[in-house]
């Protein structure tokens, strides 16, 4: 059973306003929650992070919000351009991600329109 | 820059094939992972390894085998592929312990069809 899951498989948004992912849990040791960004054809890389001691996470036009008592995080993308357009995945570990196995979500193919 | 390559981008194979999937990653980094990724589901982790020789399961191991023989090098095996293993496959590596950097760096993934 998948104890990261996000529901939208896909997401519209229009260059320059602002793209919401969401990513909900069950793990209740999750300690890690990470955002990699898979463009076709490409593996996935890195986006942003945070650890459960935090509830926010900034990083340029990225910023990770997590709710530890819902067990959601959600990423936000402002402004969004078109060079986002890709698969975005949510994904979460019970220690550091570097050492511990990372449980993925589903993903959702953002595209950011012209 | 961290690299992690795939040997192959693109793999045909037919059932019962013995298939050898490589990874070879340039950062000296001890932790090396397999995953693949189907539509809806996701990466799911197949094998890890902490160091070489030394090899885990992950969620979904059954129907392959790893081997890590040099830190550089992790071996994906399907021992007999059937078609249920057509994916792709994706290898990613890191370094032990939190440091500075503490994600896992990918490939750019192997897309296998078992035919």
């Known amino acids: 059973d998948q104890q990261v899951k996000q529901n939208s498989p896909s997401l519209s948004v229009q260059e320059g306003r602002i793209s919401i992912l969401n990513c909900d849990y069950t793990?209740?040791?999750?300690?890690?929650f990470l955002w990699y960004k898979k463009y076709p054809a490409e593996g996935p890389t890195f986006l942003i992070s945070i650890s459960s001691i935090k509830d926010k996470n900034e990083d340029g036009r990225f910023t990770v919000f997590l709710n530890k008592s819902a067990k959601h995080l959600s990423l936000h993308i402002v402004p969004s351009q078109p060079g986002d357009s890709a698969v975005y995945f949510c994904a979460a570990s019970e220690g550091p991600p570097s050492d511990y196995k990372l449980s993925f979500g589903a993903g959702t193919t953002v595209t950011v329109r012209a | 820059d961290v690299k992690v390559t795939q040997s192959s981008r693109y793999l045909v194979k037919r059932t019962g094939e013995k298939v050898f999937l490589e990874c070879v990653q340039d950062?000296?980094?001890?932790?090396m992972f397999w995953y693949r990724q189907d539509p809806g589901l996701g990466l799911r982790l197949i094998y890890f390894s902490y160091d070489v020789k030394m090899k885990e399961k992950g969620d979904i191991p059954e129907g392959y085998s790893v081997s890590r023989e040099k830190k550089e090098r992790f071996s994906l095996i399907l021992e007999s592929a059937s078609t249920n293993q057509t994916s792709m496959y994706l290898c990613?590596?890191?370094?032990?312990?939190?440091?500075?950097?503490?994600?896992?760096?990918f490939g750019p993934g192997t897309r296998l069809t078992v035919t």
């Open positions: 990613a590596s890191s370094p032990r312990g939190t440091g500075f950097s503490y994600e896992q760096y």
């Open positions: 793990n209740s040791m999750f300690d890690y």
């Open positions: 950062m000296d980094h001890e932790n």
